[in-house]
């Protein structure tokens, strides 16, 4: 393997070039596992009547986006008079999926979009809505797509996905949409845009499926045809396609045409109430508040709230994309609202990072519940999707901030290639990568180890590799035997990877790490609550606290660290000493603790001490000499006369 920063470049092309080894691994071992969620009305009993086919998923981040930012804000939601969600949706399904993508696919990087997967396409109504996703399900067979999002639509230290599973007929709606011949289906909740503005058949018409014009339709591209025919695979031309989803008897997806993914049958341990969730089925509902919300359309017209605290949304008046300052105002509602977000937030192209958004106080940002609130602020967005993932995957991620099952990352191949002679895109250089994690949505997802000699080279390109990057499947061996980190601090983060040593620091662990920002990123890369309250403990006892509430204690410093590190780590570390400040859990006495002066505060305050003593010896001698002087003149009038001198008559 070559060393030094020359060789990086060639071998990332190599990389490229190096089309068999594309996929993730080894040909008989290409079967990932994947905890998958999507937004959407629970089934009676939780029981499918229809498998998700033709259809979107996401990770937990990716679902709880798509709820926060396209179904529950208030002012662009609809019809204030509705009696559901937007789509009806109220609850997230479960699904842990295997699949297995096509060689077609796996073997040819300009179809992959990630290792192991297909490009994503969306679905509307059961349509693929995108030109490439049906003429890539044409040519290589039905496949799984993905697309990494990483938009200021929400904030988070990472990449979120989506995924796109095609179905029977992907190019036709579930039922025919009007004013399509002969169509007498109720219209969907939005027109398909495919079908828009002359309608579409129904994937189970007869006349769709047998295709009188061209029994071998095979060009999506012949858009007057796909609105009225199924789409048939080129390589078998006689098949309509019937989608990824293998049938019920299979266990391991095996890559062909209809069968490149399988789940267990949903039941109803699979969803959870998002009005549980969010609390709405815990709050008062009634003229008196005595009975509690049965869900969101109660809780909606009948929620007992005296105070208007739910009763308001953001109104816009002028929300002109070039007016600088929009006219935006909080209106009185008769109605409790689940959640709204300023404008500014929510409709300018910079949404969460737009500089006005950045601006408006907490106050000004948000109305509706505390669930929902802090959609633009890491910390909250980390608590909701800990919630679902908890939900779910129980233990296994329970007090860890992961949102990926261990087990179903383990029962996944690794990213990297066996063969380091033979490299893929998760092979990493000397320079700290590119790394690849499945701690980010379960998929072989790139990242890096932060100063690295040589440093990696596009560090604003990934986001840092969480702490156990090394650890997962494949990636201790992958990681090149020259890799080595700029520096021996802690602070520069590249040696807590387990990389060499970390210098100048002390301590182990929360029970002696020193209480100093090296120390607090010591404790922090343990991942350990009860090593971070230790540690938090010794920093309040440090200042004459007592930590008197220790489960509050407990729930406050969690919030403290993460799988990965801080990007700025005095930052964190400033974070940490406000949180414990603020902690219901301690008690301060005699105050909470402020910064210390550089070099210390005592040596300063007797420097100044001394000081003053100097400057009032002086003046005091100087005025003892003054006097002195002043008695040796002669008087300027005669002793005993009126010393005023009179200038005028």
Not at 221 to 239: G, I, M, N, V
Not at 277 to 286: A, E, F, Q, V, Y
Not at 461 to 488: F, H, I, R
Not at 540 to 569: C, N, R
């Amino acid at each position: 393997m070559e060393s030094g920063s020359a060789a990086l470049p060639a071998r990332r092309w190599a990389a490229i070039l190096l089309t068999a080894s594309i996929g993730i691994a080894s040909a008989d071992d290409l079967v990932q596992t994947v905890d998958l969620y999507r937004a959407m009305a629970k089934p009676p009993d939780g029981k499918e009547t229809n498998p998700v086919s033709n259809n979107n998923l996401a990770d937990v981040m990716g679902v709880l986006r798509y709820v926060h930012q396209e179904v529950i804000v208030e002012h662009v939601a609809g019809d204030p008079e509705r009696t559901s969600r937007k789509y009806g949706i109220d609850s997230f399904g479960h699904y842990r999926m295997k699949i297995r993508n096509p060689d077609s696919i796996l073997k040819d990087p300009s179809k992959l979009a990630m290792p192991g997967f297909g490009r994503y396409g969306a679905f509307d109504y059961g349509v693929a809505t995108s030109l490439d996703l049906l003429e890539g399900v044409v040519a290589n067979g039905d496949y799984v797509g993905i697309s990494k999002e990483d938009s200021p639509q929400i904030n988070f230290t990472h990449p979120w996905y989506w995924f796109s599973v095609d179905g029977d007929c992907p190019n036709l709606p579930w039922q025919c949409v009007k004013p399509f011949d002969g169509c007498t289906a109720e219209a969907p909740p939005t027109k398909p845009q495919p079908c828009d503005p002359e309608g579409c058949a129904g994937k189970q018409d007869k006349d769709a499926r047998n295709c009188s014009s061209n029994p071998h339709f095979t060009d999506p591209s012949d858009t007057d045809t796909a609105r009225k025919c199924c789409l048939h695979y080129s390589q078998f031309p006689d098949k309509v396609i019937m989608g990824g989803l293998c049938n019920s008897s299979v266990k391991e997806p095996t890559g062909e045409i209809g069968c490149v993914y399988t789940y267990q049958a949903m039941g109803d341990k699979d969803f959870v109430n998002i009005d549980d969730l969010n609390g709405i089925t815990s709050m008062p509902c009634g003229s008196d508040g005595k009975r509690k919300c049965t869900g969101w359309k109660d809780w909606r017209q009948n929620c007992y709230d005296p105070k208007g605290t739910y009763k308001q949304k953001f109104q816009c008046n002028d929300c002109s994309s070039t007016s600088p300052k929009w006219d935006v105002v909080i209106q009185k509602t008769s109605y409790c609202v689940e959640y709204d977000l300023h404008p500014y937030c929510q409709q300018t192209q910079d949404l969460c990072k737009d500089p006005r958004c950045m601006q408006l106080k907490k106050e000004e940002k948000e109305t509706g519940l505390p669930f929902w609130k802090g959609k633009c602020e890491v910390r909250d967005n980390q608590r909701r999707a800990e919630a679902v993932a908890e939900y779910f995957l129980g233990d296994s991620v329970k007090d860890s901030h992961w949102l990926v099952d261990k087990a179903a990352m383990d029962a996944s191949p690794a990213c990297a290639s066996k063969d380091s002679s033979v490299p893929n895109q998760c092979t990493p250089n000397p320079d700290g990568g590119p790394y690849c994690t499945r701690l980010f949505g379960g998929v072989c997802s790139s990242c890096y180890i932060p100063n690295t000699d040589p440093p990696y080279p596009d560090p604003t390109s990934q986001p840092m590799c969480p702490w156990d990057v090394l650890k997962e499947k494949g990636n201790g061996e992958a990681k090149p035997v020259q890799t080595k980190c700029a520096s021996e601090d802690p602070l520069s983060l590249c040696c807590l990877y387990g990389i060499g040593t970390c210098g100048n620091v002390t301590g182990t662990d929360g029970s002696d790490a020193e209480l100093t920002v090296k120390g607090f990123l010591l404790v922090t890369r343990m991942q350990d609550n009860k090593e971070m309250v230790k540690f938090a403990q010794r920093y309040v006892e440090s200042f004459k606290g007592a930590v008197v509430d220790q489960a509050a204690f407990s729930d406050d410093i969690y919030s403290t660290w993460h799988y990965q590190p801080p990007t700025l780590p005095e930052q964190a570390w400033s974070d940490f000493g406000s949180t414990v400040n603020q902690s219901s859990g301690v008690s301060w006495n005699p105050s909470k603790p402020t910064p210390k002066p550089s070099g210390g505060g005592g040596g300063l305050t007797w420097l100044w001490i001394v000081i003053v003593v100097v400057v009032l010896a002086l003046l005091g001698f100087g005025a003892f000499k003054y006097r002195q002087s002043q008695q040796a003149r002669e008087p300027l009038l005669p002793s005993g006369q009126n010393p005023h001198v009179q200038m005028s008559n």
